[in-house]
C-alpha cells in the first residue's frame, strides 16, 4: 500500500495541506471525539471549510486545559466545563470575552444522567432511590474529574430544587458519596467501570451515556427528574495561527447544520430551533451552576481539595470505614 | 587457568589496583565517556527530579509539610506502602518458587513458561488493568470480586512486578553448587534443613534485592492499579492516583510535594540494595 | 546429576507455581488476544488498520527505534564506566541509575514538562531555537528513555564485573586498541545481559502510557502512540482497537524475545559473582536456559 509507505514518512512531519484553507488545532475534551469526525468532515464540504486541515487532541478536560497552558498547541479549545477554560483565560490565551457571544461561549448542553444497567433492574428513578439500601453508585473522582463535579452539584442541586435546606443537601451528598462504591479519575473510566460490572448506576454526562448506547453496550439511561444543565465551553484561541479558519469553524459548530450534526451524536443543541426538532427528554426541574452560585465560588466552597465540603465528606467517610 | 583464578580476583574490579599506564589511559578515555553518561543522565532524570524537588518546595517548608500531611494524602501513602510490601513479599516467595521450579525442575515447555514471566512487560500497564478487572472483578468467570479491595490492588501489583522477583533469584539459583547441599543431605539434613541453611542463605540476597525492586515499581505504579481499586479516596485510593488527581486540579506543588517523598522513599531503597549488592561482592571471596 | 527426592513436593511445588503463572499472568494474557479476536479476524485487521491506528504503530516504532539504541549505548557506557572505574559518588551514580524503576509515570511526566515544558526550566531558551520537545515527537522519547534507562546497565554491569579485565588486559597488552578490544572481547563476553537487557528496553518502551500520556498532548495522527491509541479506544467504548492494538504490542516484545532466544547460546549469565573458580568465560552452559 503506497498509503503505509506515506505514513512511514509522515510522521511528525505535517499533514498535506489542502488549498489554500489552513490548519486548525483542535484541543477538546474526551467525550466528543467520535462526534467531532462527524463534524470536521461535515465542515470539509462547506466553502469555508473546504481544505481546512486538522490537528485533533482529545484527552481529560483539565488534563487538556493544563497541557494547552504548557504549550500545547490549540486553536480551538472546548472543554467539559468553564473552569478549564478560565484556566486559559488567566494565561492569556483565551479572550476574557469568550463567554459574551450569543450562546454565552457554550457549544453543546447535555444533563447529568442516571446510567443503569438494562431494564433498569433496581427501578433507579430518582435521586433519592440512589441511596436506598442496597444501591451501588459510581461517580468519578472529583478531584481529577469535571464530570464528576457536574454530578455532585446536579445532586446538591436537585435537593435544593426539592426544597431541602442547605444541610439537608449536603447531609445528602454525604449519603450518596457512602453508597459510591468506585471513583475512577476521569468519566470515561467511571464508564469502563461500570461497564466492567461495578455498581448499579453510574451517573454520567447524557450525551456519554447515548453514545454508549449506540454502540449497543447494555445500558439504560433514566432521567432524573432533578437535575442540572452541564454547558460546554468553546473557544478561538489568542495565538491561533489561523484565526480565519478556526473562527469559521467555530461558526460551523455553532449553525444550524453543526448542531444537527451535534444532536444527532447526542448533544443538546443550544440553538433552540435545532432543539426543537429533537426530542431529548425534558427533566421536570432544569437548573445550572449559575442557579447555584456559579463555578468559581462552587469551586472553592465544594472542591477544594483541603478546604472543601465536598473533601471534608470524603475524610469523615474514609476514616469512618478506615481499616 | 586456576593460578589466573588466584592471582586475580575479577569481583573485586572496582578495589584492584592499577598499574601507571592503566590509570593513564582511563583518565583519557574515561574523559569524554563519564561526561557523556553523565550528561545523559542529567538531562533525562537529575534535572527532571530536581524541577519536581523545587517545585514541590516552591512555597517553603510549610506548604511542603501541609501538602504531604493533607488527610487525602497521607491515606493514599499509607495505603500505597501497605501494599507494596504485601506484594514484595507475596512475589518474593512465589518468584523462588517459580525460579526453583525453572531451575531445578525439569518439564516440557519449561522454555517456554520462562519466556511468560516477561510478558507483563510487554504490556501496557492500561490494558493489564483492564484486563484484570474484567476478569476478577464483578463480571469476571471465576465468580471472585477483588475489584475495591486491597487484594484487587496488590494483585494488580504483582502481575507488574513479578518478573523482578524471578529474575533476581533465578540466576543466582542456576549458580549455586549442588555439591554443598548434597553433602549436607548424604549426611543427614532433611530437605527442610538443607533448604534454610544452606540453600536460603545463598538466594537470600538476591531474594532481598527482587523485593526491593518490586516494592519501588509498586509504589509508584498507576495504570494498572487504577481501575481495579475503584480509586476511593481515603479508601482504596494510591499516591500515584492522588498524585495525579491533584496534577488535574492544577495543585502541581501538592503533587510534586507527595513525588517527593515517593522518590525519596526509592532513593533509600534503591541505595540499600546497592549497599546490598556490594557487600555481598565483597565478602563473597572464592 | 540431580538426586531423585520425593515426587510429591516437586509436583506440588511445580503445580502451585504454574497455577500462580497461570493465572497472575496466562489467564489475563490470553484473555487479551481472546478479546482482540473476538469478532473475528477480519475485524480485529479493521481496528488495526485505520489511519489514526496505523500513525500510532509507526510512531510507536519509531520512538522505540530512538530511544532503545540511546539507552543501550548510555547503559553500556554507565555498566563499563561503574565496573572498570573507582570513584567517589559511584554508589550514587549507580542508585540514580535505578530511579526511573521506581518513578511513578505520572511523575516522570511532570518532571519532564517541569524541565522541558513551555513555563519550565528551559522552557524559554528551547522557544528560542524554536525547538519543542513537550507535546512533541522528542518529548515522547526522552518520557521512553527515561523509565526505561535501567534496564541495559542492570544486565550488563554484573556482567562486567563477573568476567573481570584479563583478557582485555592480556589483548592490550599485546597491542589491541581500545575500540578493538571493545568490540572484539568486552561485547562478546556481554552479549547475553546485552540482548536480554534490550529486550527489557524495548518491551518497556513499546508499552509505556502514563508518562507519554502527559508529555505527548495526545495529537492525533502526530504525537499519538499506540498505548495513547490504546488507552483512547478503551475510552470510545471500541475495545477491538484497543485489545488488537495490545495484541500488536505483545507480539512485538514477544519477537524480539525470541529472537533473543534463537540467536544466543544456552547459557545464562549470573548477576551476582560465581563460587566456581576458573575462568568465567569458559564455564561449561549452566542449567536450564532462559529465553
Known sequence: ???????????????????????????????????????????????????????????????????????????????????????????????????????????????????????????????????????????????????????????????????????????YLTQLLQHTVAQPSSASTALQTFLGGQGDVLLDYEDDAIYAQNQNQPVSIVTPPETILIENPIAVTTKAADPTAA??????????????????????????????????PTPKKLFTIDGLGGWTSVNTAFFDPTTGKVAAIEQSLGQATSG | MTELALRTTPRRTPHRRRTPGERASALVTGGWGPTLAVTYLSLLVILPVAAVVTNAFSGGWHAFWLAVTQPQAL?????????????????????????????????????????????????????????????????????????????????????????????????????????????????????????????????????????????????????????????????????????YNLSQSNDLPGASAVSVVLIALALVLLLGIGALRRQFNVTEAA | MKKRRANWPRLSLRAGALGYLALLIVVPVGSVFYRAFQHGAAAAWDAIT????????????????????????????VALILARHRFPGAWLLDALVDIPLALSPVVVGLALVLVYGHTGWFGNWLAARGITVIFSVPGIVMASAVVALPYVVREVLPVLQEIGTEQEQAARTL???????????????????????????????????????????????????????????IENLDPVGAYTGSVILALIALAVLGLLALTSPRERRSRWPSRSPGSPSASAPLSPSTA
Not at chain 1, 468532515?41 to 478536560?61: H, K, L, M, R
Request: net charge positive; with cysteine; charged share 10%.
Open chain 3, 175 to 233: 597491542g589491541a586498541g581500545r575500540v578493538a578490544v571493545f568490540r572484539r572481547i568486552t561485547l562478546p563476553s556481554i552479549q547475553r545481559g546485552l540482548a536480554y537487557g534490550m529486550t527489557l528496553t524495548t518491551a518497556r518502551v513499546l508499552g509505556e502510557f502514563g508518562a507519554v500520556a502527559i508529555v505527548s498532548g495526545a495529537i492525533l495522527g502526530r504525537t499519538q502512540t499506540l498505548t495513547l491509541f490504546i488507552s483512547s479506544s
Open chain 2, 75 to 243: 491515606a493514599a501513602l499509607k495505603l500505597t506502602l501497605v501494599c507494596s510490601v504485601l506484594v514484595a513479599v507475596v512475589n518474593s516467595v512465589a518468584g523462588l518458587a517459580i525460579a526453583w521450579v525453572l531451575v531445578r525442575d525439569d518439564f516440557a515447555g519449561q522454555r517456554l513458561v520462562s519466556a511468560i514471566i516477561d510478558l507483563p512487560f510487554a504490556l501496557p500497564t492500561i490494558v493489564a488493568g483492564l484486563t484484570l478487572l474484567t476478569l476478577y472483578g464483578p463480571n469476571g468467570p471465576f465468580r471472585v470480586n477483588v475489584a475495591g479491595t486491597r487484594i484487587g490492588i496488590v494483585l494488580a501489583l504483582a502481575f507488574v512486578t513479578l518478573p523482578f522477583c524471578v529474575r533476581t533469584v533465578q540466576p543466582v539459583l542456576a549458580e549455586l553448587d549442588k555439591e554443598t547441599e548434597e553433602a549436607a543431605a548424604s549426611l543427614g539434613a532433611s530437605h527442610a534443613g538443607v533448604l534454610r541453611r544452606i540453600v536460603l542463605p545463598s538466594i537470600a540476597p538476591a531474594m532481598l534485592a527482587g523485593a526491593g525492586l518490586a516494592f519501588a515499581r509498586a509504589i509508584g505504579e498507576f495504570g494498572s492499579v487504577v481501575l481495579i481499586s475503584s480509586n476511593l479516596p481515603f479508601k482504596t485510593e494510591v499516591a500515584s492516583s492522588y498524585i
Open chain 1, 1 to 171: 500500500m503506497a498509503g503505509l509507505a506515506l505514513l512511514g514518512l509522515s510522521v511528525g512531519a505535517a499533514p498535506p495541506a489542502g488549498a489554500a484553507g489552513g490548519t486548525v488545532s483542535l484541543v477538546a475534551y474526551s467525550t466528543p471525539k467520535p462526534a467531532y469526525s462527524v463534524l470536521i468532515s461535515a465542515f470539509d464540504e462547506t466553502a469555508a471549510g473546504s481544505g481546512v486541515t486538522f490537528t485533533q487532541s482529545f484527552g481529560p478536560s483539565g488534563t487538556q486545559a493544563t497541557s494547552v497552558t504548557q504549550g500545547l498547541p490549540a486553536d480551538v479549545v472546548n472543554f467539559s466545563l468553564a473552569p478549564d477554560m478560565n484556566k486559559l483565560v488567566s494565561a492569556g490565551l483565551v479572550a476574557s470575552t469568550w463567554g459574551s457571544g450569543p450562546t454565552k461561549g457554550i457549544v453543546t448542553d447535555s444533563i447529568v444522567s442516571f446510567v443503569v444497567r438494562p431494564g433498569n433492574p433496581k427501578h433507579i428513578k430518582t435521586w433519592a432511590d440512589l441511596v436506598k439500601p442496597g444501591v451501588q453508585v459510581i461517580t468519578p473522582n472529583p478531584f481529577s474529574s469535571g464530570s464528576a463535579k457536574w454530578n455532585l452539584m446536579a445532586a446538591y442541586g436537585a435537593q435544593l430544587a426539592l426544597h431541602k435546606t442547605k444541610a439537608q443537601a449536603l447531609a
Open chain 3, 50 to 77: 485505520t489511519t489514526d491506528a496505523l500513525h500510532a504503530l509507526v510512531l510507536t516504532l519509531v520512538v522505540a527505534g530512538i530511544a532503545v539504541p540511546l539507552d543501550t549505548v548510555f547503559g553500556v557506557g
Open chain 1, 247 to 280: 473562527k469559521a469553524f467555530v461558526k460551523f459548530l455553532l449553525s444550524t447544520e453543526g448542531q444537527t450534526l451535534w444532536a444527532e451524536q447526542g448533544y443538546r443543541p443550544v440553538l433552540p430551533s435545532v432543539a426543537a426538532r429533537f426530542d431529548f
